[in-house]
């Protein structure tokens, strides 16, 4: 388990009328009618459930539309409703989902957190062993599909009947995530600048994983305001490595970005931490608009 800004308990446990809104519009944690109810701590822990449940199950999320999930809240009242449904979480990302896990009685807590192989990345970008930081792990296709493996077999343990339904479903989903890794080697071998100025640093996992170097004007909290050394130092960087984009987000305020972006003369371009649910499309689009962003803002061939 990581450690990742931690809130108090009961900020944690104050927090749920989210989960009240959630379960009210979606479902409750426990269906009258036996379907299997899963419950999934933010978008894209939501869509792998989905896509490997299929019909079997109903999925929500605990994180609803436009809410940044670093800093979802949960009310004390709502956090029963996780009584009885099978729960996707990542341990230490969200101080609430951890403490609403422990202050129930799910029928499954399924903690991806050991199958993600979450890690920290150092000055240089590359994965320090034995030291986990950096939660966005989704944006790491070889990770999402071993947590997608991970999902099938505990799905298929708790619902014998349907576990080869849950291992074709996750075997299609692997296939998907292969797809894109192969795009993403592909369409970012060649390219002008290898750096990637992003508004904060959630995309370690990709850069590592096809020779980029990322720079955050924020770290990995999307809320922290970047220092004005950390300012001077992007600045450096931009002006050394032909940068000609800066990536903002949907859920940081563009303002700094595009106030740098001007200062410098270059872009601003949005790319998606897919850390909610995109307006179009699904997670795999979402992937695919990045490599696109990517492709242009590099000056990829």
């Given at each position: 388990m990581f450690s990742y800004f931690p809130k108090t308990a009961a900020a944690g446990l104050a927090a749920a009328a989210v989960l009240t809104a959630c379960a009210g519009e979606n479902g409750t944690a426990s269906d009258p009618d036996g379907e299997l109810q899963i419950v999934a701590a933010?978008?894209?822990?939501?869509?792998?459930?989905?896509?490997?449940?299929?019909?079997?199950?109903?999925?929500?999320?605990?994180?609803?539309?436009?809410?940044?999930?670093?800093?979802?809240?949960?009310?004390?009242?709502?956090?029963?409703?996780?009584?009885?449904?099978?729960?996707?979480?990542?341990?230490?990302f969200q101080a609430a989902v951890d403490d609403a896990v422990a202050a129930t009685d799910p029928m499954a807590a399924l903690d991806?957190?050991?199958?993600?192989?979450?890690?920290?990345?150092?000055?240089?970008g590359q994965p320090i062993e034995g030291t986990s930081v950096d939660p966005h792990f989704w944006l790491d296709f070889d990770r999402m599909s071993a947590v997608a493996e991970y999902v099938a077999a505990e799905l298929g343990e708790i619902d014998p009947e349907g576990a080869e339904h849950y291992a074709e479903r996750a075997e299609a989903l692997q296939a998907d995530f292969a797809a894109l890794d192969a795009e993403y080697?592909?369409?970012?071998?060649?390219?002008?600048?290898?750096?990637?100025?992003?508004?904060?640093?959630?995309?370690?996992?990709?850069?590592?994983?096809?020779?980029?170097?990322?720079?955050?004007?924020?770290?990995?909290?999307?809320?922290s305001e970047p220092s004005p050394a950390r300012l001077?130092?992007?600045?450096?960087?931009?002006?050394?490595?032909?940068?000609?984009?800066?990536?903002?987000?949907?859920?940081?305020?563009?303002?700094?970005?595009?106030a740098f972006a001007q200062d410098l003369g270059i872009s601003v371009a949005m790319l998606d931490p897919a850390e909610m649910e995109p307006e179009g499309g699904d997670y795999r689009q979402a992937m695919r608009d990045n490599l696109e962003a990517l492709r242009e803002g590099l000056g990829c061939a």
């Open positions: 933010m978008y894209a822990l939501e869509f792998l459930a989905d896509e490997i449940a299929g019909e079997r199950a109903e999925v929500t999320s605990l994180t609803p539309a436009g809410v940044d999930p670093h800093d979802l809240e949960l009310t004390t009242s709502a956090v029963v409703q996780l009584d009885e449904a099978v729960v996707v979480y990542l341990s230490g991806v957190a050991g199958p993600a192989d979450v890690t920290a990345f150092d000055a240089d080697s592909e369409g970012l071998a060649e390219c002008e600048t290898r750096t990637v100025v992003a508004a904060h640093e959630a995309y370690g996992y990709l850069a590592y994983n096809y020779d980029l170097e990322q720079m955050g004007l924020s770290g990995l909290d999307p809320e001077a130092e992007v600045r450096r960087v931009v002006e050394a490595s032909g940068v000609s984009t800066i990536y903002a987000e949907d859920l940081i305020n563009p303002a700094v970005a595009e």
